[in-house]
Each structure stands twice: as structure tokens, then as C-alpha cells.
RNA sequence: CGGGGCGUGGCUCAAUGGUAGAGCGCUCGCUUGGGGUGCGAGAGACUCCGGGUUCAAUUCCCGGCGCCCCGACCA
């Protein structure tokens, strides 16, 4: 008998910039937390429902900023009649190559087999919606006669298909959930200012919400969303350097409408094409949480974001002292609740050590211990999921400056203002893992040295070249220019005109350069 | 769609041309309980699908499907 004995696995893999571990450590999360898995159906994505509470948790969040903007919701069907997408040629072609097609409506048994019926074979092939903007304005043909019908913004939660070439887990999956507002307006400032807004409105969320800090900015032709005279984009990075498109706002112009053949009279009496904006955020935010914030031990939760914020683990020995723990969890939880704080008491019979791992993993911020020394002396135990990393610290040490024995009132009372500060510490060291990762850049060679060397992020780079030059980078360093910020977006040390990375020529402004997902 | 890797209990992985093992997880019992207690017993796999070679295929060959990495693609 000398057969090797196999090692279990470790939780997950070292966060590292590899690609091939990263993405391993990024499943690992997943996994641990219980957030989603592979489903049998090609490049889909079942959403567990830790998963899907974190989602309900962005809805919200995003909702309550959608009306406060004057925005409704409303629905329009999946099914998008084939002619509908066509009308807008660029569009259309922009889409063609993702597109699920529905060619009939009935089943037949053959042999034994179970295939379409030859027969039901549907006169105009139905699209399953890739994007809503053609059916929706076809509806709105209907709806617009005037300019007192404008301006008219509506907003659609609902779920999309495209079928991209490689999926992966929340960043890009054959069927995704999503929210699509489509606004439709008298003027094309109106229209331009819907959509700069919505932008803002989601760079708000981006930040205060999921505490992940983002570049708002222009995206150049090439990259705009098909049938967009202008797209604006918020751009976040990940811990491996790679930028994440976490958010797109759409100046549609006149675009749709003609296609839809939308007319208002207005005030003056005349027939005018409607101006529209569209604006969509997805799961993929979900995968932006995780690759902003996750550690080594799992999912890391801005408590904003954290379907359970405070979990309380009662510990015992004897059966008396389990009465009585559980009797003071409950109450403490209670209290907790009082205060609007999302509270979970964990009586399972496992080993506490078990459930701490098991909560960390799923990333909830605070853990609550009660067990019979603090029934004793009236103080509770709380844990906090994360806190300033000290370099070169051993696990242990840290496991210990995270927890904090506090007197039962003045620990109840501290967890709220806790909740609010690893919110706000989250969105900090975030920023800070983005700013040493960001480089301002003037010539080739440093550009090279920071993508193929030193890991790369975001680099700050005055261009000038061609859409045909941009390809090049792109094949030299696997890099793109996510966006052109806004003028408010750009550190001071990269402000100020300059000249071309590449070509030399000059440049009113730095983009910024990255490798994205 | 091109290049590479992979597909074996729920998970992570071994092994083998003669129908399979481990760790973890799960169930039961005792034990333990402020960071994954320990011991014992048990359940759980037609080795991704189809075909070929062979007396014999989970293993070798071909095709398909799926997953991971790179490329292409990605409003």
C-alpha cells in the first residue's frame, strides 16, 4: 500500500492576478456562498437564493432612485417579431449574432422523438428579447400623439437572452435579469440630460450602495450600443486589474422612434420624431460585488447589500445553558430588529466554529456570539467580518482584532453605527485597491511595463489614434479604452492636454485604458 | 468558430484494459462545544452521451455535448 493520499482541496485559491486561478478563486465564491451554479441548459445560470436576495437587495435600492426621478414600471413582452428588430438596421445587425430565435409552437412525436411539429412552423420567427428597445416602441406608438404624452419614462425589470460565444457566472450568461428604462422626449436636450442623469443615478448606487467606486465617461464610437448616437458608461476595476462595464445610459436621438414611426404634435402644432434614452444595469453588478470585495474566505457583503447583516450564534454546552442562550439570541435579535437591522439567530446543531466559516463565506458583516460567559457578566461578543488589513499579520492575530466583547447595551447600540462604517470602509479600501492600480501614463514602453509586468488596472492615457490604431492596442496589450471621463472624472494629475500615446499626436484629454471583461 | 486543458458518489480529486477509491459533505450513535471536536457504523457512482477497437473499455480511438483558460465575439 503506497498509494498517494489525495488532499483535500482548500476553500478557495489564493487571490492572485492569474487568470486561470482568479477565476477559480472567483467560482470558489460563488460556491461558498451559495450564490449560483451552472445550469444544464447551454451558458444559463441558476441564481441560489442567497444569490437572488442580494438581487431583490440592488431592485430595491434601484427602484426607490427610479421613482424618485419620476420613473414607473411597467412590462412588454419577451417575444420580439422579427420584422420589430429590423426596422433600426444598425441595431439589428448589432444584435444578430446573439439572437434566440422561436420557429414554432407545437410539438410533435416522431419515432418516439419528441421535435417540432413541421406544421406549426410560425409564418415570422419571434426574437426572444435581447433588448427591449424595438418592442417597446412599438407600443409606444400607441401611446404618444402629443407633446403633453412627454415626457414619458418607463422602466421594465425583466430577463433578456443573448447568446454570447463564453459565458461565465453573473458577467455574461446566455439569459441574464436586468432593468431597462426607456424614456421617450420632446427635445433632444431633454433626451441628453434623461440620459447624463441616469448615469449619475447609477454611479450613486455603484458607490454608496455596493461601495465599489466607479469612472463615469463616454464610450468611443465603436464600443456604443448598437443604434446609440451616444453611450455613457460606468467603468469599475477588479481586484485582478481587469475593468468592469457595470452600468450603460443610451442617447437614442430620433433613432427609434423613426424606426417605430413615433410622432408627437408639438406646441406649434408640427409633427416631430421623439427623442429617446435607454439605460440598463444587470446581475452582472452581482459579479462586480464579488471581484470588488471577496476575500480568500468567501464573500465579503457592504451591508447595504447583505440579505443577512447580523447573525447571532448561541453557544452552549449543557442543555440549560442552550435554553438560556437561545433565550437571550432571540432577544437580542429582537432588539436588532427593532432597529431595522436584517438579524438571522443560527440554532443549528453544529460546531459554532462550523457556522462562523459558513456565515463568513456567505458574507455577512457582523456575527453576534452569546454564550454563557457573556449571559454571565452581561456583555455580548461581536465579530466583524472584515477589518484594516495590517501587512504581513498572521490569521490568527487578525481573527482576534476582529472580534470585540462590549457591554450588552453599548454592543447592541454599537451595531448599527458599525453597519454604517464597514459600509463606508468598503467603499474606501476598495478606492484605494483601484488607486494603486491606476497609473497616469505618457509613452509606450511604461504602458507595456504596466500591462504585461506590474499586473495593469487603469492607465490614464492621451489618444488620438484611429479606431483601426485602438485594434492595435488591443492586440499588442489585450487593452481597450473603456471610456472618455468626464471632464469632473479625471485625477489632477492627469488632467491637461497632451499628446498621443502612440501616434503623438495631440489629445485634448486622457480615456482610460484597461483590459476588461 | 480556432488553440490548449478537463469531464469518475453532493463537492474536490485519485486509480485501473478485468464494471472503482480517498478527503470533505450527508445519515445514525456516543463524544465535543467562545474558530471546522473525536471515534464508530451507514447511505450514496450503470466512471458525460453515442459509436469503434477488444474476449473484456471508466481507461485506447473517433464523434457529440458540457466546463475552464487563451483567441475571435461581447448594446
Aim: glycine residues 6%; hydrophobic residues 40%; aromatic residues 8%.
Amino acid at each position: 500500500m503506497n498509494k498517494p493520499v489525495n488532499q483535500p482541496k482548500a476553500a478557495s485559491a489564493a487571490i492572485t492576478t492569474r487568470a486561470q486561478d482568479y477565476s477559480q478563486w472567483y467560482l470558489d465564491v460563488i460556491r461558498q456562498a451559495t450564490l449560483a451554479e451552472h445550469s444544464a441548459v447551454r451558458g444559463c445560470m441558476v441564481i441560489r437564493p442567497h444569490g437572488y436576495a442580494i438581487w431583490e437587495k440592488m431592485q430595491r435600492e434601484l427602484d426607490d432612485r427610479f421613482k424618485a426621478t419620476g420613473h414607473e414600471n411597467a412590462y412588454f413582452p419577451l417575444f420580439i417579431p422579427l420584422s420589430y428588430l429590423t426596422r433600426e438596421e444598425k441595431h439589428a445587425s448589432g444584435f444578430a449574432k446573439e439572437c434566440a430565435v422561436v420557429t414554432h409552437h407545437r410539438l410533435k412525436s416522431v419515432n418516439g422523438e419528441i421535435v417540432p411539429d413541421p406544421e406549426s412552423k410560425l409564418e415570422e420567427p419571434l426574437v426572444v428579447r435581447p433588448t427591449s428597445e424595438t418592442i417597446i416602441w412599438a407600443q409606444y406608438k400607441n401611446w404618444i400623439q402629443s407633446y403633453r404624452d412627454l415626457p414619458l419614462l418607463i422602466n421594465q425589470w425583466a430577463n433578456v437572452v443573448r447568446w454570447e460565444m463564453r459565458t461565465r457566472l453573473f458577467l455574461r450568461t446566455a439569459e441574464f435579469l436586468w432593468q431597462e428604462g426607456h424614456t421617450a422626449h420632446a427635445t433632444e436636450k431633454e433626451a441628453l440630460e434623461e440620459t447624463w442623469k441616469m448615469l449619475d443615478v447609477y454611479a450613486d448606487f455603484a458607490e454608496n450602495v455596493m461601495a465599489v467606486p466607479v469612472i463615469k465617461g463616454r464610450k468611443t464610437p465603436g464600443e456604443r450600443f448598437a443604434g446609440a448616437l451616444e453611450t455613457l458608461s460606468i467603468e469599475g476595476l477588479m481586484q485582478d486589474g481587469k475593468a468592469l462595464q457595470m452600468g450603460t445610459s443610451h442617447y437614442l436621438g430620433q433613432n427609434f422612434s423613426k424606426g417605430a414611426d413615433v410622432k408627437f404634435q408639438n406646441k406649434d402644432g408640427q409633427l416631430e420624431y421623439v427623442y429617446a434614452s435607454s439605460w440598463g444595469v444587470s446581475t452582472r453588478l452581482i459579479g462586480a460585488l464579488i471581484m470588488t470585495h471577496s476575500d480568500d474566505a468567501g464573500l465579503v457583503l457592504p451591508p447595504k447589500l447583505a440579505p443577512v447583516q447580523v447573525v447571532v450564534i448561541p453557544i452552549y454546552k449543557s442543555d440549560e445553558e442552550h435554553v438560556k442562550t437561545m433565550e437571550e439570541a432571540a432577544r437580542v435579535a429582537a432588539e436588532l430588529k427593532a432597529l431595522g437591522v436584517a438579524v438571522r439567530v443560527d440554532d443549528r446543531d453544529m460546531q459554532p466554529g462550523a457556522k462562523y466559516y459558513e456565515w463568513e463565506g456567505k458574507g455577512v458583516p457582523l456575527r453576534i456570539e452569546v454564550g454563557p460567559k457573556d449571559l454571565e457578566k452581561g456583555s455580548l461578543c461581536i465579530a466583524r467580518r472584515f477589518v484594516a488589513e495590517i501587512p504581513g499579520e498572521a490569521p490568527d492575530a487578525q481573527r482576534r482584532r476582529r472580534k470585540s466583547f462590549l457591554p450588552r447595551a453599548e454592543a447592541i447600540a454599537s451595531i448599527v453605527p458599525t453597519l454604517a462604517a464597514m459600509q463606508a470602509e468598503l467603499l474606501e479600501r476598495a478606492r484605494k485597491t483601484r488607486d494603486a492600480r491606476t497609473r497616469v501614463i505618457d509613452n509606450i514602453a511604461d504602458f507595456e511595463k504596466f500591462f504585461k509586468d506590474e499586473g495593469g488596472g487603469f492607465a490614464w492615457v492621451h489618444w488620438a489614434g484611429t479606431p483601426e490604431q485602438e485594434d492595435e492596442m488591443a492586440k499588442r496589450f489585450e487593452t481597450s479604452i473603456r471610456n472618455i471621463p468626464f471632464e469632473d472624472q479625471i485625477p489632477a494629475q492627469a488632467k491637461g492636454a497632451g499628446v498621443c500615446i502612440l501616434t503623438g499626436k495631440p489629445s485634448a484629454q486622457r480615456v482610460l485604458m484597461s483590459k476588461s471583461y
